[in-house]
C-alpha cells in the first residue's frame, strides 16, 4: 500500500455482521452496510492491532482486500498506526440485518392535518415513556441497527426530546434525518438542538404547495411558518428535503412551488400521490386526484423543473427520479432489472424499504411501512415491548412474512395477474401500500400497471435519461 503502510477505517465507519450477511463494513450514519469477504474484515482486524501491510501476517489477499477498502472511500492508509473508536470494532448480531428504524416518537402533534397517516390530530396511537423508548433503543443497539431516522406526529410536541435524543448519544446511535413541520423552528430552538444533537443534521419538511399548505395543515399562517423554518435551516447549514402530498386542489401550484424550493436551496423534493389511509379517508372522495390529473401535472412541473436547471434532487411518485449528485434522471418504477437473470430478480425482495426500513409507531409496534399503519395490520405485527427487536428480525416473523417477502412470493400469491406480465422484471409488483389501496395487499398496484401498460410510460421518456 503506498503512501503509508498502515490503515484505518474512516472515522463513521465500522465492523458488523448479521446472520444473513456476516461480514460488512457499516456506515454508522446511514446504516448502509458493504458486503464484503471475511478476508477483508480479517485485514481491518489485523490493521486495528497495529499490523502493517508489509508485515507477513499480512496475506496478498488481505492487502487486496484493503486496498479496495480505500478504492470504496470506506478506509485509508496511514504512516502511524491509529487506534479505532471502540465502536469500530466487529460487532455480530444474530438476526437478519436492518439500515435504520423509521420511528414515530410520538403521537401527538401541534397541527391537525388532514392527512395524516396515524392520526396524530388526535393522538391515536399516544406516546411511550421515556424510559420505554430506552429499552427500545437498546434493542436497536443488540440487534446492530446503528440508526434511525425521527418523525412523529410531531417529535419535538414531546416535552422530553433532548431527553431523548440524549439517550440516543448514549448509545451511539445516529439520527440519519429529523421529520418535522417546522412549527418549532426558530433561531433560540435551534441554538438549543445544536447544544444537544451537534452535527449537521438532514432535515425533512412537508409543504403542501403555495396557497394549500395552510388548508392541509389545519390551521392559518403556517405556510409561512414551514417557509420560514426552511429558511432558518439553510442558514445554519442544515440539509432540508421537502416532502409534498399530490391531490387535486394542489396540482396546479406545483410549477410555482418549484420556483421557491430553488430559491430556498432544498436538497430534495419528493412529491406522492394522497393515500387513502389514516386521516385522508373522509376527504378522499372529494379531494384525491385522478390519475390522468397526476400525471399531467407531474409533466407541467418537470417542464419547469428542466427551465430551472434541475436545481435538486427530485422525486416524482414512481414517474420521474433526478439525482442531482450524479446528474442522472430514470425511473423509479423500473427497478434496472436490465443485466439480472429472471432467478436473480424473483428471489429479490419486493420493497427494499420495507425490508431494510421497518417503522415504529408510537406505541412500539414495528411495522412493514408507514402508509400501512392504521389500515388493520397494526395488530398483526409485533410490538417492541413484548417481543425483542432481535426475535423480530427472524425469518418467519410476523413482520418479515410481508417485509421479506421475495418477488416469487408475491408472483406466486396472485399467478393469474403479476406473475405472467411482460413488465414483471421491472416492476417487480410494486408498492404494497399502494396495493392496499388498491383492495389487495398482494396485488398489483393500479398505478403501476398504468405506468408500464396504460401509456403513462411514454409521457416521461423525454424527461429520463438526460
Not at 478476508?39 to 501476517?57: H, K, R
Not at 455480530?92 to 403521537?107: K, P
Not at 378522499?284 to 436545481?311: K, M, N, Q
Request: net charge positive; hydrophobic share 40%.
Amino acid at each position: 500500500m503506498q503512501n503509508g503502510q498502515f490503515f484505518k477505517l474512516k472515522d463513521g465507519f465500522a465492523l458488523r455482521g448479521w446472520s444473513d450477511v456476516p461480514q460488512a463494513v457499516q456506515e454508522l450514519r446511514s446504516g448502509r452496510a458493504l458486503f464484503v469477504p471475511k478476508a477483508a474484515t480479517d485485514a481491518v482486524e489485523l490493521a486495528m492491532n497495529g499490523i502493517p501491510a508489509d508485515s507477513p501476517v499480512m496475506l496478498p489477499t488481505h492487502r487486496e482486500a484493503l486496498a479496495k477498502l480505500v478504492d470504496f472511500g470506506v478506509g485509508e492508509r496511514t504512516a502511524e498506526p491509529v487506534a479505532p473508536a471502540p465502536i469500530q470494532r466487529f460487532r455480530r448480531a444474530d438476526n437478519l440485518y436492518a439500515a435504520m428504524v423509521h420511528w414515530s416518537i410520538t403521537g401527538r402533534c401541534n397541527l391537525r392535518c388532514r392527512h395524516c397517516f396515524i392520526e396524530a390530530p388526535d393522538a391515536h396511537y399516544g406516546e411511550l415513556s421515556l424510559a420505554e423508548c430506552a429499552r427500545i433503543m437498546d434493542q436497536v443497539v443488540e440487534a446492530g441497527v446503528s440508526t434511525v431516522s425521527l418523525t412523529g406526529g410531531e417529535p419535538f410536541v414531546r416535552p422530553d426530546w433532548k431527553e431523548f435524543l440524549a439517550e440516543l448519544t448514549r448509545r451511539e446511535l445516529r439520527v440519519e434525518r429529523v421529520y418535522t413541520n417546522g412549527l418549532v423552528v426558530t433561531g433560540k430552538w435551534l441554538d438549543t438542538f445544536a447544544a444537544v444533537a451537534p452535527g449537521k443534521h438532514l432535515f425533512s419538511l412537508s409543504f403542501d404547495g403555495l396557497g394549500h399548505h395552510d388548508w392541509l395543515r389545519g390551521r392559518a399562517g403556517m405556510e409561512k411558518r414551514a417557509i420560514e423554518a426552511v429558511r432558518l435551516l439553510r442558514e445554519r447549514g442544515y440539509a432540508v428535503e421537502i416532502e409534498t402530498p399530490m391531490w387535486r386542489d394542489n396540482l396546479p401550484s406545483l410549477p410555482a412551488t418549484a420556483d421557491l424550493l430553488a430559491e430556498l436551496g432544498v436538497r430534495n423534493w419528493k412529491l406522492s400521490p394522497m393515500v387513502a389511509n389514516g386521516a385522508w379517508k373522509p376527504y378522499a372522495a372529494a379531494h384525491s386526484a385522478t390519475r390522468t390529473e397526476i400525471v399531467d401535472a407531474a409533466v407541467a412541473l418537470l417542464e419547469r423543473f428542466e427551465a430551472l436547471g434541475r436545481p435538486f434532487s427530485l422525486q416524482i411518485a414512481h414517474f420521474y427520479a433526478f439525482d442531482k449528485s450524479k446528474g442522472r434522471a430514470f425511473e423509479p418504477a423500473a427497478h434496472g432489472a436490465c443485466g439480472l437473470s429472471e432467478e436473480r430478480v424473483l428471489n429479490l425482495p419486493v420493497c427494499g424499504c420495507m425490508r431494510l426500513h421497518p417503522y415504529l409507531l408510537p406505541t412500539g409496534t414495528l411495522m412493514p411501512c408507514m402508509p400501512l399503519s392504521n389500515c388493520g395490520l397494526d395488530e398483526e405485527m409485533p410490538n417492541l415491548l413484548r417481543t425483542p427487536l432481535r426475535e423480530v428480525l427472524q425469518p418467519g416473523s410476523a413482520l418479515f412474512r410481508l417485509a421479506d417477502m421475495r418477488v416469487r412470493d408475491l408472483f406466486a400469491k396472485r399467478p393469474d395477474k403479476c406473475a405472467r406480465c411482460e413488465h414483471r422484471l421491472e416492476c417487480r409488483g410494486g408498492c404494497r401500500a399502494c396495493a392496499h389501496q388498491d383492495g389487495d395487499l398482494y396485488g398489483p398496484s393500479a398505478d403501476l400497471c398504468a405506468y408500464f401498460k396504460g401509456g403513462v410510460r411514454e409521457k416521461f421518456a423525454r424527461f429520463v435519461g438526460k
